[in-house]
């Protein structure tokens, strides 16, 4: 592997980044219950693996250094762009950042973060009044803060992929799922036909298309 312009063994930066998009999700989901707590635990696993990769050692690039040598055997592997592996496997030129998958990664795990603010926004008056939580995303879908993690990990895996969180990202995604039902069994013991109705009008992750709302929402 070419080691020419090494841009990696840089773990302050990573330390740094990993605390930014961790903390970023903390103010806005501040987690409260043990599912909580497991929700916020998992994407903060699939942060550190990341920035790991991306700034500390290139784990990924290591790995397949083999292959992407024999195909790309111009590319400094270890040069920080290289990392972009879509962008790179696609023989694009230039300045990664730039390119279609990197804007459309920032529209992800901007939306995400965005969507996160305001279903917590919502659950927190929600369970301040021990109502059900139906306005806002809620209105949409029944577990806005769940999307809203998956939204930002997706998000990253089109900017920089690795083989870590590309195995991650389905156990996580199945894990929100199993979460997101055992949260349902719960809301629908606490707030009984109420949230029959609500379930019944209002999607769990994917909204309708009609823009129906939930019952009840203010």
Do not use: C
Not at 15 to 37: C, E, H, T
Not at 132 to 161: C, D, E, K, N, S
Not at 166 to 174: R, S, Y
């Amino acid at each position: 592997m070419n080691s020419a312009g090494n841009d990696y063994g840089l773990w302050g930066l990573a330390a740094l980044n990993a605390i930014i998009f961790i903390g970023f999700a903390y103010s806005f989901f501040k987690p409260a219950r043990l599912r909580d707590w497991r929700s916020f635990g998992a994407y903060s696993a699939f942060i550190v693996a990341l920035f790991a990769e991306m700034y500390g050692f290139p784990l990924t690039i290591y790995l397949l250094s083999g292959w992407l040598g024999s195909r790309f055997p111009g590319v400094n592997l270890y040069g920080h762009e290289a990392g972009h592996l879509w962008w790179l496997m696609t023989g694009r030129h230039g300045n990664p950042h730039f390119g279609l998958l990197h804007m459309l990664s920032l529209v992800f795990i901007f939306g995400g973060f965005t969507l996160l603010s305001r279903a917590w926004h919502v659950l927190y008056h929600a369970q301040r009044r021990h109502g059900l939580a139906t306005a806002g995303p809620y209105r949409h879908v029944r577990h806005p803060q769940y999307i809203g993690f998956v939204a930002i990990m997706f998000g990253f895996l089109l900017q920089w992929p690795t083989l870590l969180t590309l195995a991650m990202f389905p156990v996580l995604v199945a894990m929100y799922v199993r979460l997101a039902i055992a949260e349902e069994g719960e809301s629908e013991k606490d707030f009984g036909q109420a949230w029959r109705d609500y379930a019944a009008l209002t999607p769990r992750f994917i909204p309708r298309l009609s823009g129906a709302g939930a019952v009840g929402g203010r």
